[in-house]
């Protein structure tokens, strides 16, 4: 689905460098999911707070995104990368050597590890400055891969737990945290002519546009699915069929690998047939995915299937959705990178902490479930409303050279 045109269209030495510090940026960033039954144990949390811990690194990487969203036209993507990344690196060296014994201190670590989820608005305008339109959704689809690190997370961080403490795991991820760090700055470069720094009223006014609105909603269902899932899995997996750390890491890994692993197919599927298009199976599949999944099926490989489908699905839509929002917001795409990132985001944290609260107000994770799978048909019938509006606009043929 990639032509060859698109490697001598843009930067492949700062589209991959995007992707792997992306990467390792996701992979602590949902670290305490896959820690959380190790954590949760040893500091007696409940599943309440076992859905706050996994959700606080969400939120807190939500709002960071629009504060680099602005930095990123300020100061350019790659210098706001740098500044985050050693800020990530810090806390997790202090939160191994002087360690975490407390809830609140979970918290606190949830906070800093926010600023690797902030990573959303670094890498995906880094790269999209160096494509043209018709190659945005194949070029961000292959940065925004970079979700992939949570897979890495969910297949490594359990067993690491066992066998070092779930303590030693933090700073043992410093490690490949600092090897992208590295690569970061060789190969890494920002793309010569970025749109011009705006005030913060020009940045604030794209809220009045409602087109804005839209991508943040339909991104809070697609990337709020697929982190929230990425960071209660494990737990979910846990508490509802019994399943070790360790395999439950597993089954998480899977999932998360698969959601992950079609971000760019996604995006280079909405270039083919259009991102409204592509966005309107994807939703449908998730909600049906997610529907049945919530009626707690007799063996957990079968919720395992409901959820890779449901990833799939998610993922697939975290690529269309940034198909169409290069195409409509080309000259803000630094600050609509942060906003729609950030809602995803708060998605992501409705989703972890709402599953928590289900289940320990009502023995079971149904209610949290459903409510989601409610949130993309929604997302279905709000595409289904505007598609005319936006394919006679700004996604007219002479307008646009992508596929609306």
């Given at each position: 689905m990639i032509d060859k045109e698109f490697f001598k269209a843009g930067h492949p030495p700062t589209l991959i460098s995007a992707f792997f510090y992306f990467d390792m940026s996701f992979m602590v960033w949902v670290i305490l999911g896959p820690l959380g039954v190790q954590i949760a144990n040893d500091l007696h949390l409940d599943a309440g707070q076992k859905g706050l811990m996994v959700a606080v690194p969400l939120l807190s990487g939500a709002?960071?995104?629009?504060?680099?969203?602005?930095?990123?036209?300020?100061?350019?993507?790659?210098?706001?990368?740098?500044i985050g990344q050693a800020i990530v690196i810090l806390g997790l060296m202090s939160s191994w050597y002087f360690g975490v014994h407390s809830f609140g201190q979970v918290l606190a670590l949830g906070v800093v590890l926010g600023v690797a989820g902030s990573s959303f608005a670094v890498a995906l305008p880094l790269a999209s400055r160096w494509y043209p339109p018709q190659y945005q959704?194949?070029?961000?689809?292959?940065?925004?891969?970079?979700?992939?690190?949570?897979?890495?997370?969910?297949?490594?961080?359990?067993?690491?737990?066992?066998?070092?403490?779930?303590v030693n795991v933090l700073g043992l991820?410093?490690?490949?945290?600092?090897?992208a760090?590295?690569?970061y700055i060789v190969f890494a470069k920002d793309a010569p002519n970025p749109p011009g720094a705006k005030g913060l009223i020009e940045y604030l006014s794209v809220l009045s546009?409602?087109?804005?609105?839209?991508?943040?909603?339909?991104?809070?269902?697609?990337?709020?699915?697929?982190?929230?899932?990425?960071?209660?899995?494990?737990?979910?997996?846990?508490?509802?069929?019994?399943?070790?750390?360790?395999?439950?890491?597993?089954?998480?890994?899977?999932?998360?690998?698969?959601g992950?692993?079609?971000?760019?197919?996604?995006?280079?599927?909405?270039?083919?047939?259009?991102?409204?298009r592509a966005l309107s199976i994807m939703y449908l599949v998730a909600a049906i995915a997610l529907a049945l999944a919530s009626f707690h099926l007799p063996q957990a490989w079968m919720a395992l299937l409901l959820f890779i489908a449901g990833m799939l699905a998610l993922g697939m839509g975290n690529g269309a959705v940034f198909q169409l929002v290069p195409q409509r917001?080309?000259?803000?795409?630094?600050?609509?990178?942060?906003?729609?990132?950030?809602?995803?985001?708060?998605?992501?944290?409705?989703?972890?902490?709402?599953?928590?609260?289900?289940?320990?107000?009502?023995?079971?994770?149904?209610?949290?479930?459903?409510?989601?799978?409610?949130?993309?048909?929604?997302?279905?019938?709000?595409?289904?409303?505007?598609k005319r509006r936006w394919r006679t606009t700004w996604g007219a043929v002479g307008v646009s050279q992508a596929r609306i």
């Open positions: 709002l960071l995104r629009v504060v680099n969203g602005i930095l990123v036209d300020r100061i350019g993507p790659k210098k706001t990368g740098l959704g194949i070029a961000l689809g292959i940065a925004g891969a970079g979700n992939s690190g949570t897979v890495l997370a969910a297949l490594f961080a359990p067993g690491l737990a066992l066998a070092f403490g779930w991820a410093v490690i490949p945290l600092t090897i760090l590295l690569v546009i409602g087109d804005a609105w839209w991508f943040m909603f339909f991104y809070a269902v697609t990337f709020g699915g697929f982190s929230g899932l990425a960071s209660s899995l494990t737990i979910y997996f846990n508490a509802d069929y019994g399943l070790s750390p360790v395999v439950a890491g597993y089954f998480t890994a899977a999932a998360v690998f698969a992950s692993l079609v971000r760019p197919v996604g995006g280079a599927l909405a270039d083919r047939v259009g991102g409204i917001f080309r000259n803000e795409i630094g600050v609509m990178t942060g906003i729609v990132g950030m809602t995803g985001g708060i998605g992501g944290f409705y989703l972890a902490s709402s599953l928590g609260y289900s289940k320990q107000l009502t023995g079971s994770y149904q209610f949290g479930l459903l409510i989601f799978a409610v949130l993309a048909v929604v997302a279905v019938v709000g595409l289904t409303t505007i």
